[in-house]
């Protein structure tokens, strides 16, 4: 596959089926956490309104997608999440990305540290003050996200109803502060994935 054909965007409805496919069978092969429920997987209102970015390859298939929801205040996160915040911090207005999900075949290639990079360029262009996420014990970006300086912190009282956590779940943050450093990493670390695959369209 020659990557340099390669491209990101914006994605929107039109890819709603392909999101899915994406998003169905990175979730079904999780050793994190068992999902109960994939219909919840599938594009809706949410997306329509968040900013779903995508990893595509010469023949326009997508490869990979993270999706990022703008966060106006600490209980907007907390219903968003399923559980309270463990950490007095003020992070808001922020990112929340989730629904991170990379075809099986094309991991380990850095496309969702790609989409990460995408998302902190849009962070330090706003007024944000922090990105976060829920991650899971033994996930494969655990430890780029502590070298990306990540503050991790763990929720005592999780509850979603359509997953089932088989390790442990983490509330990680990054603060305002932390974003200019994080993108430079992200753009050495994965400059080859990075200038394989440019940004196409609008935001």
């Known amino acids: 596959m020659n990557l ?3 491209y990101v965007r914006r994605l929107k409805k039109t890819d709603a089926e392909a999101v899915f496919a994406v998003r169905k069978e990175a979730y079904e092969s999780s050793e994190q956490f068992k999902t109960l429920n994939f219909s ?6 949410v997306d329509d309104i968040a900013i779903v970015l995508g990893v595509f390859d010469e023949h ?13 205040n600490r209980k907007e996160a907390e219903d968003k999440l399923h559980y309270t915040l463990p950490t007095e911090k003020d992070l808001f ?7 991170g999900a990379t075809m099986r075949n094309h991991r380990n290639m850095g496309y969702n540290s790609l989409l990460r990079y995408y ?34 912190t763990m929720p005592e ?10 390790t442990c779940e983490y509330f990680v943050y990054l603060e305002r ?8 990493f992200l753009q050495t670390k994965f400059k080859e ?6 940004w196409e369209g609008l935001i």
């Open 4 to 6: 340099k054909n390669g």
């Open 40 to 45: 919840y997987l599938e594009w809706n209102d």
């Open 60 to 72: 326009n298939e997508l490869l990979a997608s993270l999706r990022g929801e703008i966060i106006k």
């Open 93 to 99: 207005p922020g990112i929340l990305l989730g629904r």
């Open 119 to 152: 998302f902190l360029g849009l962070g330090i262009d706003f007024p944000f003050k922090s990105i976060f996420a829920s991650v899971f014990e033994q996930a494969p970006r655990v430890g780029l996200l502590r070298d990306m300086n990540y503050k991790f």
């Open 157 to 166: 009282d999780s509850k979603d109803n359509d997953i089932e956590v088989l």
């Open 177 to 184: 502060k932390s974003f200019l450093p994080s993108f430079n």
């Open 193 to 198: 994935p990075i200038d394989a695959h440019p």
